[in-house]
C-alpha cells in the first residue's frame, strides 16, 4: 500500500527516493512513535524509546528521519493538510453551497476521527512545532477559512443558512472536530462513523442549516 504520509514541505528527510521498502519501514516508525507520542506526550518521548520499541538501531531511524521533532511533525501533517482542504471542491462541482459545506465538514469530522490520535497532537502541544511548520499550518488554515467563509455566506444568501457572524460561525463549527482531542476515544459507545454523524448533525445545527435539508445528513443510529 502506498504510504498516507507526507512531510511538510518545511522540514527535509534523510531518505531522498521513496520505494516500497523504504515506505514501509517508514510507516513502521511513525507507527511506534504516533503511540508512545500519544501514550506519554512529546517531552517524555525520548528516540532511545522509539528505537527500542523498534528493536533497531539508532542510525535505522536517524536515515529516515532527522530527529524525534521531524517525526511529530510528520505524523501532524498529513491529518492538517487533509483537515484543511476538506473545503476544496471541483470548479465544475454543480452542488450548492450549501451541500459543499456539510460536505466538507462531514470531511472535516471524519477525516480528523480517522487520523487520530496524530490529527490531535497539535491541540495537545501547539507549542513543540517549528515557527516554519506553525507559518505553514496558518497558510492552509487561512485557505480552508476563507473557502469555508465563502461558502457559508452563499448558502445564507440562498436561504440555506441562518447566522450573522461569518467568521465566527465558521470557527465554532469546526470547534466540534477541534475539541475531540478533549475526550474522544476508539473504543467509545459510537463508531467512526456514527460520530462522524452526529457530528455533522450538530454541525448544520450551528449554522442554522435549514430543516429541509437535515434529513440528508444521517444521524448516529440511522
Known sequence: MKSTRHRPSVTSGRQKKATSDTVVKRERILAVAERLFDAQGYAQTTMEQIVGELGVTKPFVYYYFRNKLELFETLSWTPTVECFTSMDFAPDDPRPAHKKVMAGLERLIRTTIAHY??????????????????????????????????????????????????????????????????????????????????????????????????????????
Do not use: I
Not at 513543540?128 to 496558518?138: D, F, G, I, N
Open 117 to 222: 490520535p496524530a490529527a490531535f497532537f497539535p491541540y495537545r502541544e501547539p507549542q513543540v512545532y517549528r515557527p516554519e511548520y506553525r507559518e505553514a499550518q496558518k497558510r492552509l488554515a487561512n485557505h480552508f477559512y476563507e473557502r469555508m467563509c465563502a461558502l457559508l455566506e452563499e448558502g445564507r444568501k440562498d436561504g440555506w443558512f441562518d447566522f450573522d457572524e461569518t467568521r465566527v460561525t465558521a470557527q465554532a463549527a469546526c470547534s466540534l472536530p477541534g475539541f475531540l482531542y478533549h475526550w474522544y476515544r476508539p473504543d467509545g459507545r459510537l463508531s467512526p462513523e456514527e460520530m462522524t454523524a452526529e457530528l455533522t448533525r450538530l454541525a448544520g445545527r450551528l449554522l442554522g442549516l435549514r430543516e429541509a435539508s437535515r434529513h440528508q445528513f444521517p444521524t448516529a443510529g440511522d
